[in-house]
Nanobody, 123 residues
Framework: VQLLESGGGSVQPGGALRLSCAAS????????MAWFPQAPGEEREGVAA??????RYTEDSVAGRFTISRDSPKNMYLQMNSLKPEDTATYYC???????????????????WGQGTQVTVSS
């Protein structure tokens, strides 16, 4: 599986961005898809995950501001609204197969990772 993120950029606080992740390869290996931001000097921590049926898991820290979605087995998005400076990070897309369960969370172990897209929130 290869993953390609896009949509990052620089925005002012309160702004919005929409990230995209395109997966190639076996769809079975991209059953669960998730977003993991990593700020400089910090560990990578997931914020949202989704399965092919559209069942979402969203961390409380971003609930109400970030929305994960999927329009096909291989395409995932993250709509980020009301962005804050603390949202600044490299955002990684990750996938795992259905063999580990069909309910997807950010606590799962993900097998495939993209290269990341940078999001900078600053005035």
């Amino acid at each position: 599986v290869q993953l390609l993120e896009s949509g990052g950029g620089s925005v002012q606080p309160g702004g919005a961005l929409r990230l995209s992740c395109a997966a190639s390869g076996n769809s079975y290996l991209s059953f669960c898809m998730a977003w993991f931001p990593q700020a400089p000097g910090e560990e990578r921590e997931g914020v949202a995950a989704i399965n092919p049926s559209g069942t979402r898991y969203t961390e409380d820290s971003v609930a109400g501001r970030f929305t994960i979605s999927r329009d096909s087995p291989k395409n995932m998005y993250l709509q980020m609204n009301s962005l804050k400076p603390e949202d600044t990070a490299t955002y990684y897309c990750a996938t795992r197969s259905a063999s580990k369960g069909t309910y997807c969370t950010t606590s799962d172990t993900y097998d495939y990772w993209g290269q990341g897209t940078q999001v900078t929130v600053s005035s």
